[in-house]
């Protein structure tokens, strides 16, 4: 129990900032359904989500952690409207973070990758084996309603670049430090 104290979990960060974020309108990419498997496979349910997803008017990009490179995430990121961070449980999601500074909306069922209640959306059910379908209609309803809004995805950049900056993270941690 000791050894516990010797460790501290910070948030995941980067510097990350485009130099250039495409507007929502003119985003291709509906969703970006990204999966990530390390600890717990829950391909099934993903498999699950994805057909669910695939019989709305949405387009959807999977990809999958592991199998893309750094270039070709950025390009799909600035096309991309909003993200479904489907991975368990993650303590270093570095690639949400640098998705999200390109102004993209997150879905996730981790609270704390949840990053501001306008821009990242906490769904409980994508955690479960049996709930879905509710986490299907939970997404597309925010997605309806967030679109015809027609946000403005540079404010939504900035907002998800200062949340995500590595200095927060260090505050953070020294915070923690302090009151340890």
């Known amino acids: 129990m000791n050894?516990?104290?010797?460790?501290?979990?910070i948030r995941p960060c980067t510097y990350m900032k485009p130099k250039k974020?495409?507007?929502?309108?003119?985003?291709?990419?509906?969703?970006?359904?990204?999966?990530?498997?390390?600890?717990?496979n829950r391909?099934?349910?993903?498999?699950?989500?994805?057909?669910?997803?695939?019989?709305?008017?949405?387009k959807i990009v999977k990809i999958e952690y592991g199998y893309y490179t750094k270039r070709i995430i950025k390009k799909i990121a600035n096309d991309s409207k909003f993200?479904?961070?489907?991975?368990?449980?993650?303590?270093?999601?570095?690639g949400l973070k640098e998705i999200q500074n390109y102004g993209v909306f997150a879905f996730t069922?981790?609270?704390?990758?949840?990053?501001?209640?306008?821009?990242?959306?906490?769904i409980p059910e994508l955690s479960t084996i049996d709930n879905i379908t509710l986490a299907s209609e939970k997404i597309?309803?925010?997605?309806?309603i967030v679109s015809k809004k027609n946000p403005n995805s540079e404010?939504?950049?900035?907002?998800n670049q200062m949340i995500n900056n590595c200095q927060n993270s260090l505050k953070d941690l020294c915070k923690s430090l302090l009151h340890s």
């Open 3 to 9: 050894n516990l104290k010797k460790y501290k979990i």
């Open 21 to 40: 974020v495409k507007s929502f309108s003119n985003r291709k990419i509906d969703i970006l359904f990204f999966v990530k498997f390390a600890d717990v």
């Open 43 to 58: 391909s099934k349910q993903g498999e699950e989500l994805l057909s669910l997803l695939k019989k709305t008017s949405k």
């Open 83 to 94: 993200i479904i961070y489907f991975s368990f449980f993650d303590t270093g999601a570095i």
């Open 109 to 122: 069922h981790q609270k704390d990758l949840v990053i501001d209640k306008e821009t990242s959306f906490y």
């Open 140 to 144: 597309i309803n925010i997605i309806d």
């Open 155 to 159: 404010l939504i950049a900035k907002k």
